[in-house]
């Protein structure tokens, strides 16, 4: 069974600070990707990271796959209140998408 | 567009009792899915399905079933419900799932909340 490991699980920081969410594997994923979740809603992707060492910019977010596509990164550059939420990450394997699998989630709280 | 619409949004049930959990999308995607997520844990596959008429166990199927008799609507069945479906259920659905780009993108329902007593 693929396991997706996700640390830290709480991260609670002041406005303005930077910082980084882990999404590690022992496992070879094909692609992987990341889902913000409010409260009382479903995830919505963020990112879709497809290639080994691949990096995406989504404003201040950067999301970093890599090398061998066992593990992931999210990192929020001067971090806002509006930031707060559940980041997932969630990894899919050759066989295709259909089957993703999902780390347990990081609960990020800004304060203002 | 609605999206993918999910019924009811809350639940009480007894143990033993069923119910069907509801799921309709307008997107006209090929791919659906149900996963649940426990508090403080993120989302496990119970079934997806592939299109109308097919449909398969994902990582934890056991106490479930579920149809897929249009494109539109992949209905979740509990027949006998136990504490441990305590949950919350979404639906989500994609045009694709070759696991390579934008199309793979599931868009999940609001949810369903369900409490087994």
């Known amino acids: 069974t693929q396991l997706l490991e996700q640390s830290p699980q709480f991260l609670s920081i002041q406005e303005g600070e930077n910082l980084t969410v882990y999404c590690n594997s022992l496992s070879v994923f094909s692609s992987l990707q990341w889902y913000r979740q409010e409260p009382g809603e479903g995830p919505v992707l963020l990112v879709t990271?497809?290639?080994?060492?691949e990096v995406k910019k989504l404003k201040r977010l950067t999301f970093q796959f890599g090398d061998a596509r066992k593990d992931s990164s999210l990192h929020i550059t001067a971090a806002q209140p509006g930031d707060t939420g559940l980041y997932l990450c969630a990894g899919s394997d050759i066989q295709g998408a259909q089957k993703l699998v999902f780390g347990q989630g990081t609960r990020l709280t800004i304060n203002p | 567009n609605a999206g993918v619409t999910q019924t009811p949004k809350f639940r009480i049930l007894k143990i033993g009792q069923s119910m069907t959990l509801q799921c309709t999308q307008d997107m006209n995607h090929n791919y659906m899915y149900w996963y649940r997520q426990d508090p403080g844990m993120g989302l496990k596959l119970i079934y997806y399905?592939?299109?109308?008429?097919i449909t398969d166990k994902g990582e934890v199927p056991n106490g479930y079933n579920v149809s897929r008799s249009t494109t539109e609507d992949f209905p979740l069945r509990l027949e006998l419900a136990a504490p441990s479906q305590t949950s919350v259920y979404f639906c989500?659905?994609?045009?694709?799932?070759w696991g390579r780009g934008d199309t793979d993108t599931q868009y999940f329902g609001p949810g369903t909340r369900l409490t087994v007593l």
């Open positions: 990271v497809v290639t080994g060492g």
């Open positions: 399905s592939v299109g109308a008429g």
């Open positions: 989500a659905s994609s045009y694709s799932a």
